[in-house]
């Protein structure tokens, strides 16, 4: 289901049952707060813990944007995260094939969540070189079906270098930057932007 799909399913649901009620909600939506958060992983075993925490919170729908320089350890906390949705396989870096996927455990009462993770450096390095990046990774991410997948139930989307094509993601994503400073380790801010609840929600539990 495609994010849009799904705002119009949440908007009719909160219709047919309370009006009021769903306004309500969309005006909380919209006063959401950006959120901030900024910890210090002093080793890989530390990010990848910090990634089990992350996963152990996510839910279908959810959207985690990995930013950060060459090695900066996004595919590390992608394996914690894959790990804490509890998936059995080990996550690697997405290349020949552009788009990993895992399954993680399935919810009470629900089929198991899908874990799609790409990574948009290697996909825009597989493609044909063009001017620009971003409408090659625009085009590729939409022959791939990611926009299928974007805010689908059953799925969660992992993003590596997702500022190649910010406008790929869904609007309430998790922002999450990591930094290795000359001194080691690594400083991992996690964010969301202004009127993204889902983001803000996870960014407090990981505080
Ligand atoms: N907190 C940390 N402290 C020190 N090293 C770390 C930390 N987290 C991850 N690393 C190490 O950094 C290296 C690069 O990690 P990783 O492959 O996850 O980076 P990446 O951001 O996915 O790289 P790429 O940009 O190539 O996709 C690995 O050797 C990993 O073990
Ligand atoms: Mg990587």
Redesign the pocket.
């Known amino acids: 289901m495609s994010r849009a799909t799904a705002d119009r399913a949440a908007t009719a649901d909160g219709a047919a049952t309370a009006d009021g009620a769903a306004t309500v909600d969309r005006a909380a939506d919209a006063r959401a707060a950006p959120a901030q958060v900024t910890l210090f992983?002093?080793?890989?075993e530390?990010?990848a813990a910090l990634g089990v925490r992350l996963g152990q919170l996510l839910a279908g729908a959810d959207c985690v944007a990995l930013n950060?320089?060459?090695?900066?350890?996004?595919?590390?906390?992608v394996q914690g995260i894959v790990a804490g949705m509890g998936s059995r396989e080990r996550a690697t870096?997405p290349t020949f094939t552009l788009v990993n996927e895992y399954q993680g455990a399935a919810p009470p009462g629900r089929a198991p969540l899908l874990i799609y993770h790409v990574?948009l450096?290697r996909l825009a390095e597989g493609a044909a070189p063009t001017d620009s990046a971003t409408p090659t990774v625009a085009l590729l991410a939409a022959t791939l079906g990611l926009d299928d997948v974007i805010g689908a139930d059953d799925a969660v989307l992992l993003v590596?270098?997702a500022d190649l094509d910010p406008a790929l993601l869904p609007p309430d994503h998790l922002q999450v930057t990591?930094i290795a400073p000359d001194s080691?380790?690594?400083l991992v801010e996690l964010a969301s932007a202004a009127g993204a609840p889902r983001a803000q929600a996870l960014v407090a539990a990981l505080r």
């Open positions: 992983c002093p080793d890989a530390a990010t950060g320089g060459l090695g900066a350890g996004k595919t590390t906390l870096s990574d450096y590596e270098w990591l080691g380790g690594r």
